[in-house]
């Protein structure tokens, strides 16, 4: 059973143009969803997460939305820079800390 | 602060032989530590959730005698991998979460092993 589930699985930006990831996930008792950004050979890093208290939170060029009644939230990327080439997966647990359900992932590639 | 190492990196063994990953939180004290499973282009999988002290707790699906995980200091696991086959290779991730910022957890940099 895929409780979190991603889309698209890659996608290619223009740099300087706008990525938008999206999840879904199914059990109602998840109140912890982060996002990680992979590169290749490397283990996963936090981006940014957010609680389901809210509906949006921005670091940086990273915002997160989230639809607590949809069950979905999705990552933006502003201004994608060549650099932000990476796999980026959505994640979410029962409570921050705890252990967590991944998403598929999602492969971007940035253009210059 | 919040690092967390992972050794080897790089592992190949001959099938049949037994391999340890080593995962150690460098700066913190880690009374979680988690381990995952990565193959090529995919998701990571959580294996097992273990606690300094404590047997570890394994996700269904894992086998528990293959894949043994010991956490036996607050800032050392490891997961060892036994009678290896090259069905178990893959890239393996800790991650460890503990004081103060017991609200996230740090991930590892991998360690690629290959069974011949």
């Known amino acids: 059973q895929q409780q979190v589930k991603q889309s698209p699985q890659s996608l290619i930006v223009q740099k300087g143009g706008i990525s938008i990831i999206n999840c879904a996930y199914e059990n109602t008792a998840f109140d912890y969803f982060p996002w990680y950004q992979q590169f290749p050979g490397k283990g996963p890093a936090l981006l940014i997460a957010i609680r389901p208290d809210v509906s949006e939170k921005k670091e940086g060029r990273f915002t997160i939305s989230f639809n607590k009644s949809a069950k979905q939230f999705s990552l933006h990327i502003m201004d994608s820079q060549p650099g932000d080439s990476a796999t980026y997966f959505c994640a979410a647990s029962k409570a921050a800390g705890n252990k967590l359900t991944f998403g598929g992932g999602t492969r971007v590639l940035v253009k210059p | 602060g919040a690092v967390v190492s992972q050794h080897p990196s790089r592992v190949i063994c001959k099938s049949g032989t037994s391999v340890k990953i080593e995962c150690r939180s460098l700066?913190?004290?880690?009374?979680?530590m988690f381990w995952y499973r990565q193959f090529p282009k995919k998701s990571l999988m959580l294996m097992a959730t273990?606690?300094?002290?404590?047997?570890?707790?394994?996700e269904q699906g894992v086998e528990k005698d293959k894949f043994l995980i010991n956490h036996a200091s607050l800032t050392l696991s490891t997961l060892t991998v036994t009678s290896a086959h090259p069905e178990d290779s893959s890239f393996y991730i800790c991650s460890a979460r503990g004081a103060p910022t017991y609200n996230e957890q740090f991930f590892g940099p991998g360690t690629r092993l290959t069974v011949l």
């Open positions: 700066d913190f004290q880690a009374t979680t």
């Open positions: 273990s606690n300094e002290g404590s047997k570890a707790t394994y």
